[in-house]
């Protein structure tokens, strides 16, 4: 299914609006990793959106995704737009670039993922979220490098399940599929599924949308379109193309994660590594109690009970 381009609603035009399927978020909902032979990118959602409603081809998929957006470029820019397309369906995947950024915070990532959420549950849309990858595992940095990354995006991932589950959208457990440990599953970046995880993860989708009683049709194919990678092609990227992607994703978190690194390393000397993982569990303790349910109750109350992080590790 082609992913529309929106570029607004001419006047007078009183001819009735499609069905749509909105997708918000990063390069994970770009497409990266499923090339078409245009050039450009097709990805989980284009798959998905030719499997929702009644009838094939009945959902019209309008792809507002960017790469490197974080969580805040998303509630600024993408979200007024998916609201002036008043979608059947919306996704909000997005998250991991906020976590490979110096000025970090768990409260001003949480204030958007649930402005976002809020916003598109109130105006009747089935939002779709997921967990997200680990940028340091992805890329098999060292420990003391990776464990920073990993706390900050188990703490992405408790806002995502936490705020999901206030507004009852429909969320994806993506630890609990085997196809995420699965080398063929991500592209030579190691960081973006290939043509077969985006199938995979469409299909993740689908069946979710399924069981919550809403319109599908038959599920994404998984035939593949194009080759799968190959350890060559990984190899060969990340001497080349895979430095100057995370030189140009990290050079303002870099001082910053060397500091963070040798705070890892002197609490792993002294065995207070827990420390390091409770203080970012308060954080996000915080960050989500800063939020109210409809009633009055502060969500972070039974944040406790959220089902962990899952990584994304291929």
Excluded at 114 to 131: E, K, M
Excluded at 143 to 156: D, I, N, S
Excluded at 267 to 286: I, K, Q
Aim: charged share 20%; proline share 7%; glycine share 12%.
């Amino acid at each position: 299914m082609a992913t529309v381009k929106w570029e607004g609603t001419a006047a007078g035009d009183r001819s009735p609006a499609p069905a749509r399927f909105v997708a918000l978020g990063d390069s994970l909902t770009e497409g990266l990793g499923d090339p078409v032979a245009d050039g450009g990118w097709r990805g989980w959602a284009a798959l998905l959106a030719g499997a929702l409603g009644e009838r094939p081809g009945g959902v019209e998929l309008v792809n507002l995704a960017c790469s490197g957006a974080q969580t805040a470029d998303v509630a600024e820019r993408q979200l007024p737009l998916a609201r002036e397309l008043r979608p059947r369906f919306a996704s909000l995947i997005v998250g991991a670039n906020d976590t490979l950024r110096a000025a970090f915070a768990i409260e001003r990532v949480t204030a958007a993922l649930d402005r976002a959420h809020g916003a598109l549950s109130a105006d009747g849309a089935v939002v779709l979220t997921a967990c997200l990858p680990d940028p340091g595992r992805m890329l098999g940095l060292p420990g003391p490098l990776a464990r920073p990354l990993a706390r900050r995006m188990h703490a992405v991932n408790t806002v995502v399940h936490a705020v999901s589950a206030r507004y009852q959208g429909v969320h994806l457990h993506l630890a609990d599929h085997r196809w995420v440990a699965e080398r063929a599953s991500w592209s030579v970046d190691r960081l973006h599924p290939s043509e077969r995880g985006h199938r995979l993860l469409a299909r993740g989708f689908h069946a979710a949308l399924a069981a919550a009683g809403l319109p599908v049709g038959p599920p994404p194919e998984l035939t593949l379109d194009g080759p799968p990678p190959t350890r060559a092609g990984s190899a060969v990227w990340m001497a080349t193309r895979g430095t100057r992607w995370v030189a140009d994703r990290c050079t303002d978190l870099l001082p910053g994660l060397l500091a963070l690194a040798l705070q890892e390393c002197r609490h792993g000397v002294a065995g207070s590594g827990r420390l390091l993982d409770a203080a970012a569990e308060r954080a996000t303790r915080t960050a989500l109690a800063a939020l109210t349910e409809p009633g009055g109750a502060a969500l972070g109350k039974t944040a406790g009970t959220v089902k962990g992080a899952a990584t994304m590790a291929g």
